[in-house]
């Protein structure tokens, strides 16, 4: 099975920056439709950032104009830019491949990572 690992992650403080990566490996996967969700404390995991074909991008508007998604073939990776990070934004985000169904958060099935923390302090 596909296996997904998420780095990047840390504490910063409010308005600061941070660039989450992906490295899928592992048996043959579906690259067309790869994504990432959050899981904040107490809350259900939340899909955060989508992009398909490479190319089309759709994001959670609480992070749209903020946070960007984007994939390298040619180093196999998945990234997550995000900026002017608010507290609410304290999370653990996931990388994730999806693994059957449409290419929707919500409708999707997905395969994803352990996730990486990260922290925004105010």
């Known amino acids: 099975q596909v296996r997904l690992v998420e780095s990047g992650g840390g504490s910063v403080q409010s308005g600061g920056s941070l660039r989450l990566s992906c490295a899928p490996s592992?048996?043959?996967?579906?690259?067309?439709?790869m994504a990432w969700f959050r899981r904040a404390p107490g809350q259900e995991r939340e899909g955060v950032a989508l992009?398909?074909?490479?190319?089309?991008?759709r994001y959670a508007d609480s992070v749209k104009g903020r946070f960007a998604i984007s994939r390298d073939r040619d180093k196999n990776a998945l990234y997550l830019q995000m900026a002017s990070l608010k507290p609410e934004d304290t999370a653990i985000y996931y990388c994730?491949?999806?693994?059957?169904?449409?290419?929707?958060?919500?409708?999707?099935?997905?395969?994803w990572g352990p996730g990486t923390q990260v922290t925004v302090s105010s």
């Open positions: 994730a491949v999806r693994t059957m169904g449409p290419c929707s958060w919500l409708s999707g099935r997905w395969a």
């Open positions: 592992g048996r043959s996967y579906d690259d067309n439709c």
């Open positions: 992009i398909i074909d490479g190319a089309n991008t």
